[in-house]
């Protein structure tokens, strides 16, 4: 009798996951609570797969010896107790394609920059010649890749969500960028449960692996002091560090390795602020582990364009630039895109709260904004916040309305910031969606 792998949720990692699990001789099921796509049924009929959606038939379900969950799936709901109660092992998509491939997996976390970190580790390692992935987060399954194509490595970007499903996933080099207050609504507000989330990624390391990690992020560093993991640690930061690790001087990243300097010149580097220094150490730091040339570094960081919705420098109208950072869905990520303005802003803010603490950013909205544009159903904690630092705060339902007000505010020299840290569910798609409905309201200016 073959195994039976049930997936929750009928989207990219569970398509793929789908894929990967016949090819590996599983009988499979596919269960949506909400609806799956004809493209996806089309392909799922076509690979003799059964599927259900508009719900979860329980029954079926807990014939399965594993089940492959969805990052979105919430912990605490009755499917998920239920199938946990019947002694069924969950896994993420992460765990679950990572057995099937002899590939070098490199593993990146962390509440901010994992993108930045991710695309560009895999743009210099591609460019280098490496046959080289990336998923995760990010580009097609991992699962699909694995079930379809043959890499050497992987690059992946890691949710916590994800990290929480993991038993044997093993990098060959892990990454955790920083750890700041995120997603503490999946976390019953309580951020110690989510540091440990992300720190699960050095769960089953040796002392032949390599953690890169930012010692510039004293949550981080304490998490590790009190640490058991044996992985081998090299540090990332502005301080020269004692032993192994990468900092930078002048206008040079210099990677401290094995008694060896390596130094790169950033002065080409397109990435504007510290936070895009320290993605770009990281992903120096990974490229040197995996033997990628010096001169091959240089030239691939100098050609690297950076991630769509993170900063993104998109127009000038009359003099005031537009910069869409939907991608910033917490505060601390707005933090970055508020410090690296160097005018007077009007700052699009707003959307899900995800048990924010604006507190963090007050000092640099007293510095730099002079209108905050509320995008979003609630505001009230926006307006609570900001009301007596900022003069003038509108409210609106639409992104159209909130760009027209932006731009009337907006003077010569001036920047209109989209970087709502906050998640876009309430009014748009995704992230994604809310800033290419951003660009296009800017462009209809």
Known sequence: MPKKLVILGGGESGIGSAVLGVKQGFEVFVSDAGAISLDVQNELKALGILFEQGGHDLKTILQASLVMKSPGIHEKIDLIKEIR????????????????????????????????????????????????????????????????????????????????????????????????????????????????????????????????????????????????????????GFEKPEKDGTYTSDDQIIIQHDNSNTMINTAQFQLQGRHNLLNAMAAVTIARLLKVSKDSIRESLMSFKGAPHRLEQFLKIQNISYINDSKATNVNATFYALDSVNSQTVWIAGGVDKGNDYNLLLPLVREKVKAIVCLGIDNEKLLEVFGPVVETIVETQSIDEAVKIAHKIALKKETVLLSPACASFDLFENYEDRGDQFKQAVRNL
């Open 85 to 236: 109660a019947a002694n069924i092992k969950i896994v993420s998509e992460i765990e679950f394609a990572s057995q099937y491939t002899n590939a070098t997996l490199i593993g990146i976390t962390g509440s901010n920059g994992k993108t930045t970190t991710t695309l560009l580790t895999h743009h210099l390692l591609e460019q280098s010649g490496l046959n080289v992935g990336v998923a995760g987060n990010i580009g097609y399954s991992f699962a699909r890749q694995v079930a379809e194509t043959n890499r050497e490595v992987y690059v992946l970007e890691i949710s916590s969500f994800q990290l929480d499903d993991i038993y044997e996933f093993q990098p060959e080099v892990s990454v955790i960028t920083n750890i700041t207050p995120d997603h503490l609504d999946r976390y019953e507000n309580n951020f110690s449960k989510y540091v440990r989330s992300k720190m699960r990624i050095i769960k089953n390391q040796s002392n032949k692996q390599f953690l890169v990690f930012n010692s510039e992020d004293p949550v981080l560093v304490k998490a590790l002091n009190t640490s058991t993991s044996e992985v081998n640690k090299i540090s990332f």
